[in-house]
């Protein structure tokens, strides 16, 4: 099966997580909204072009499924290409970490957007200084403390045990991210979760990774997507 994934062209943002289970699986697909008029494809397909019309991107096309939602799509290809555990239980369980995840995400990105998505960065500055000083001190630490947790108590190669899961490429993305937008206080921050470190540089190693990181696929993070490098942030 040659999948379809829909995203917005320009940005890495939630799209990322899917792109990297893809990648990491060997997987055929198509990022559609990145080739010749699949924006509109993508916004037809929002506007009710089928049964079940996805509200928001990414979505996944999977033969004649329609799959919403970064931690269901998640769901649905971890159990068919290896990235999640075989059990109901294991599955379950990843699928609750992403959520955890996605959580963080939001997080994230509220540190520049604390007001809300329609004003400006501009238009709220000074409240995103207040909330990433808020972010750093007490919410960074909370999260990436537990999956620092989870991986030692699991013998610190992958948050689940032995085996690669796509929480694992998804924390992999989460620490390159704030590398990119918090480069001095991730840098700071980096000696508290020592696990995750090098839990990236191994998801990083892995040869499908490694292949997509250096290919044009991987889009470069910029000031549009999730994370963003703001000078007066990262103080």
């Known amino acids: 099966m040659k999948y379809e994934l829909y995203y ?11 792109r990297l289970a893809l990648e990491e699986a060997g997987a055929a697909y198509v990022d559609v909204a990145r080739g010749p008029r699949g924006s509109g494809a993508m916004m037809k397909m929002m506007n009710g072009d089928g049964d079940t019309p996805p509200f928001a991107p990414p979505f996944l096309k999977a033969g004649k499924l329609v799959i919403g939602q970064t931690a269901n799509i998640l769901l649905y290809l971890g159990a068919r290409h290896g990235l999640a555990p075989k059990t109901e239980g294991g599955k379950l369980w990843v699928h609750q ?7 963080f995400v939001l997080e994230i ?18 409240p ?5 000083a808020e972010f750093w001190n007490e919410r960074v630490p909370k999260y990436l403390g537990y999956f620092e947790q989870l991986l030692e108590d699991n013998g610190g190669t992958y948050v689940t045990g032995r085996r690669l899961t796509y929480v694992d490429l998804s924390l992999f993305q989460i620490v390159d991210g704030l590398r990119y937008a918090f480069p001095r ?33 991987r889009i470069p993070f ?6 963003r490098r703001y000078k007066e942030l990262d103080q």
């Open 97 to 103: 970490l992403q959520l955890t995840i996605t959580d």
């Open 109 to 126: 990105h509220d540190t520049h957007h604390p007001l809300g998505p329609s004003l400006y960065y501009e238009d709220q500055k000074s």
């Open 128 to 132: 995103a200084k207040k909330r990433t």
């Open 8 to 18: 917005w062209p320009e940005i890495q943002g939630r799209g990322e997580y899917v």
């Open 222 to 227: 910029n000031e549009q997507g999730i994370f």
């Open 185 to 217: 206080r991730m840098k700071a921050f980096e000696k508290e979760i020592p696990g995750l470190v090098a839990l990236h540089d191994r998801v990083a190693a892995r040869p499908n990774i490694k292949a997509y990181l250096a290919s044009d696929r």
